[in-house]
């Protein structure tokens, strides 16, 4: 039944490392995004994909790459993994009809 | 740059009062407009959209709209102690590659004291 779910919920890392967050909408999506939030609660856009194409591509660093093997997946791989990289990241859908976008539970990595 | 700009708090209501949340940004071209409820540890909730000037009432929720003065608010009657959380107002971006994309503010944390 969940809409949009990610793994792992949790990840802790070392620098230097390379991972992957996955996410996956059941809601018949065209778009999907995904967010950092930092310590500060702040949450901001990082990418969105439509129809497997990327759209937007705010100013992260190239070490992040969204990977969208369908309509229903989003996945987000991480190079070189530094400190500054540890956050909450959650992934998002919405559809055409609105501007509504709903949340995954969210990813907690920390790198160490 | 567009921004989205909300008092940050805390901002604490007895049970049953009526807690007042605002919201101001700087795009006067946005068209839609929402707030998300966030859980400590949680993801964001949708809970209101609103698309035209006015009021849109949802149970307890009141979004209010007024494109004119760029401001958004959400009231929330009847304040419960399970309505603590941190509400996010959100702007929908204008045109072209945005359009679509959430400008969130950095949220209001409200407290509801018993």
């Known amino acids: 039944d969940t809409a949009v779910s990610q793994t792992p919920k949790y990840l802790v890392t070392q620098m230097g490392n390379d991972k992957s967050i996955k996410c996956e909408q059941n809601?018949?999506?065209?778009?999907m995004y995904w967010y950092k939030q930092d310590s500060k609660k702040f949450l901001k856009i990082m990418f969105s994909?439509?129809?497997?194409?990327?759209?937007i591509n705010e100013t992260v660093p190239n070490r992040f790459s969204p990977k969208s093997p369908d309509k229903a997946h989003l996945n987000l791989h991480i190079n070189s993994l530094e400190l500054g990289d540890s956050a909450v990241y959650f992934c998002?859908?919405?559809?055409?009809?609105?501007?509504?976008?709903?949340f995954g539970p969210g990813t907690r990595l920390t790198v160490t | 740059q567009k921004e989205v700009e909300q008092n940050s708090g805390p901002l604490s209501v007895p049970e049953g009062a009526i807690a007042s949340l605002n919201c101001t940004y700087s795009d006067r071209g946005s068209q839609s407009f929402f707030w998300y409820r966030q859980y400590s540890g949680k993801s964001p909730e949708l809970i209101m959209s609103?698309?035209?000037?006015g009021d849109k009432e949802d149970g307890r929720f009141t979004a209010q709209l007024n494109k004119a003065s760029q401001y958004v608010s959400l009231l929330i009657r009847d304040s419960q102690p399970s309505d603590s959380a941190t509400y996010l107002c959100a702007v929908s971006g204008l045109t072209g590659g945005s359009q679509g994309n959430l400008i969130f503010g950095k949220g209001t944390k409200l407290s509801v004291k018993p």
């Open positions: 809601l018949g999506h065209d778009t």
């Open positions: 998002a859908s919405r559809g055409t009809a609105t501007y509504e976008q709903y």
């Open positions: 609103i698309y035209s000037n």
């Open positions: 994909y439509n129809n497997k194409e990327l759209i």
